[in-house]
């Protein structure tokens, strides 16, 4: 298997160091029960504004819902598709618009949904599992074929699963997926007191 570990400048903990978005899932492995009941209970407990915890996420399990499965799978762009059709598992992430407690609007949905979907990855990760969070699909079709409430925001669809060898892969996302990981310099995302002021 592929195991890309971010480059730090300092230990950082495993978990977050080995997380990463691989696309080669293997497809005879469903995911349990149990463990994908762990993914969620991680992203139930994730902090939000107020505690108001806007996230809902539809979890579309092949193993105990083909047709639901099915139905999110045709909501994924058709590049995306190639390779997520081997995912068992799919959860479309929603933020509600609104607070709970008052129905003013809650500018912090998309955030704290954000937090929450991340505590669902990383639980993932220590399981042994891997995910793939998706900005491409339809996110109207969504809101039509899975009964979305008017007031939330589809925000990406998750795949859940094992990994399987990059060689599984259609020959077009062999190469991203054996790739080194990067990101952009500390320096040049952090500021240290005012913006512009690297953070060394």
């Known amino acids: 298997m592929q195991h890309k570990r971010a480059t730090t400048q300092v230990q950082i903990h495993d978990l977050i160091a080995s997380r990463w978005s691989p696309r ?6 469903m995911v349990s ?3 994908l009941t762990a993914c969620l209970e991680a992203a139930r407990w994730a902090p939000s504004c107020f505690n108001d915890q806007p996230w809902r996420f539809v979890v579309c399990d092949k193993s105990s819902n083909l047709a639901a499965w099915e139905t999110a799978l045709s909501l994924i762009v058709e590049k995306n598709q190639l390779w997520a059709k081997n995912a068992p598992v799919f ?17 912090f949905a998309a955030y704290d949904t954000g937090a929450a979907t991340l505590s669902l990855c990383l639980q993932a990760n220590a399981l042994g599992l891997i995910t793939h969070q998706m900005g491409g699909f339809d996110a109207d079709k969504a809101r039509q074929v899975l ?6 925001t589809p925000m ?15 020959e077009e996302f062999q190469a991203g997926e ?23």
């Open 33 to 35: 029960h149990p463990d």
């Open 24 to 29: 080669a899932f293997a497809v005879d492995k």
């Open 91 to 107: 959860i479309l992430t929603v933020a509600m618009q609104n607070f709970n407690h008052n129905g003013k609007t809650n500018r």
């Open 178 to 200: 054996q790739a080194e990981r990067s990101r952009a310099a500390l320096e040049q995302r952090f500021y240290l007191g005012q913006w512009g002021e690297a953070f060394k």
């Open 156 to 170: 990406a669809m998750l795949a859940l699963g094992y990994q399987a060898e990059a060689d599984n892969l259609a």
């Open 147 to 152: 009964n979305l409430p008017d007031d939330c």
